[in-house]
């Protein structure tokens, strides 16, 4: 086992891609070990489809989905039993800027319109499962966990803007160093709905200052997917002790010259199931996100 975020201990799954002992995370190192594989283009060695994405998913490829499939949106999942599923819906309304929803499914339902061919059960590279709060498994495959009950919310990935980021000429220093995005709890509350509660999450990317402007303008076009950073530079302002030290994801390194830059996170349904403790929930694992069939240029505004 070995400790969320939150200090709870986590059980996981074998990897889809073997049948030998039970797959473990046993420390940061271990978690970096799934990272993107480095190369000279600052961009993750996959394919360019989320077909072929996807594909890759179900034959055992568990990293983060950061910098796969450019130009396609990404989401977060968020899938709840029926009779939780207006509380989350109330509370990314109530939340827009971490929780954007860019679709909701019918009960019981396995795919989406926005990859209608996608499974929701088998296509993350990793999963977890929430019982009353605690996460207990992050199994690669969820079918035999998922329940005719199931209500699935696909929250905007702010994955989604790193390619608009890159064009912009705006350095993307969690894929340089082949890591995970750095996520943080902050102590800013988001408002509650129902038995939904629980703070804001942030991503944050090192940014030059002489560009942090530049990363305003151009992630602000995408609302629905998080839209402009929620703060830039100080991280004790929001209540962020060590950038050292990320609740989820893989610690980044700023180069001199360089401004922490937050955006609002689509992992805060996972901190408002910590504290509102629905009796079962599934998510996707921070970091690896469900590829979408649908062009980021659709999320763009004027």
């Known amino acids: 086992m070995f400790r969320t975020p939150f200090g709870t201990p986590l059980r996981t799954s074998p990897d889809r891609?073997?049948?030998?002992?039970?797959?473990?995370?046993?420390?940061?190192?271990?978690?970096?070990?799934?990272?993107?594989?480095?190369t000279t283009h600052g961009t993750s060695a996959t394919p360019a489809g989320p077909e072929a994405v996807r594909a890759a998913v179900r034959g055992g490829d568990r990293s983060p989905t950061s910098g796969k499939a450019p130009g396609y949106t990404q989401a977060n999942l968020v899938s709840v039993p029926r009779d939780w599923a207006y509380d989350v819906l109330l509370f990314?309304?109530?939340?827009?800027?971490?929780?954007?929803?860019?679709?909701?499914?019918?009960?019981?339902?396995?795919?989406?319109?926005?990859?209608?061919?996608?499974?929701?059960?088998?296509?993350?590279?990793?999963?977890?499962?929430?019982?009353?709060g605690e996460p207990v498994d992050e199994p690669a495959d969820v079918s035999g966990l998922?329940?005719?009950?199931?209500?699935?919310?696909?929250?905007?990935?702010?994955?989604?803007f790193e390619w608009a980021l890159g064009e912009a000429g705006v350095p993307l220093r969690h894929i340089e160093q082949g890591r995970n995005?750095?996520?943080?709890?902050?102590?800013?509350p988001c408002r509650p709905a129902g038995g939904m509660r629980g703070p804001m999450v942030v991503s944050?990317?090192?940014?030059?200052?002489?560009?942090?402007?530049?990363?305003?303008?151009?992630?602000?076009?995408?609302?629905?997917?998080?839209?402009?950073?929620?703060?830039?530079?100080?991280?004790?302002?929001?209540?962020?002790?060590?950038?050292?030290?990320?609740?989820?994801?893989?610690?980044?390194?700023?180069?001199?010259?360089?401004?922490?830059?937050?955006?609002?996170?689509?992992?805060?349904?996972?901190?408002?199931?910590?504290?509102?403790?629905p009796p079962f929930a599934i998510t996707h694992a921070p970091g690896r996100m469900f590829v979408t069939d649908v062009r980021?240029?659709?999320y763009l505004v004027a």
């Not at 929001?238 to 830059?261: K, S, Y």
């Open 204 to 277: 944050m990317r090192p940014v030059p200052e002489d560009l942090v402007e530049t990363a305003v303008r151009v992630t602000g076009r995408m609302p629905a997917v998080h839209g402009a950073p929620v703060h830039h530079g100080d991280p004790s302002v929001i209540g962020i002790a060590d950038l050292d030290e990320p609740d989820f994801g893989d610690r980044t390194g700023l180069h001199p010259g360089d401004v922490p830059v937050f955006w609002a996170c689509g992992v805060t349904p996972q901190a408002a199931v910590t504290a509102s403790r």
């Open 146 to 160: 998922w329940r005719e009950d199931m209500v699935s919310f696909l929250i905007g990935c702010s994955f989604t």
């Open 17 to 38: 891609s073997t049948a030998g002992p039970p797959h473990r995370r046993t420390s940061a190192a271990h978690e970096r070990s799934h990272a993107m594989p480095r």
């Open 92 to 132: 990314c309304q109530r939340n827009p800027k971490p929780c954007p929803v860019l679709d909701v499914t019918d009960p019981g339902a396995t795919s989406t319109v926005l990859a209608p061919e996608a499974d929701l059960r088998t296509d993350l590279p990793a999963y977890r499962v929430w019982e009353h």
């Open 181 to 188: 995005v750095a996520m943080y709890v902050t102590d800013r």
């Open 296 to 298: 980021d240029e659709e």
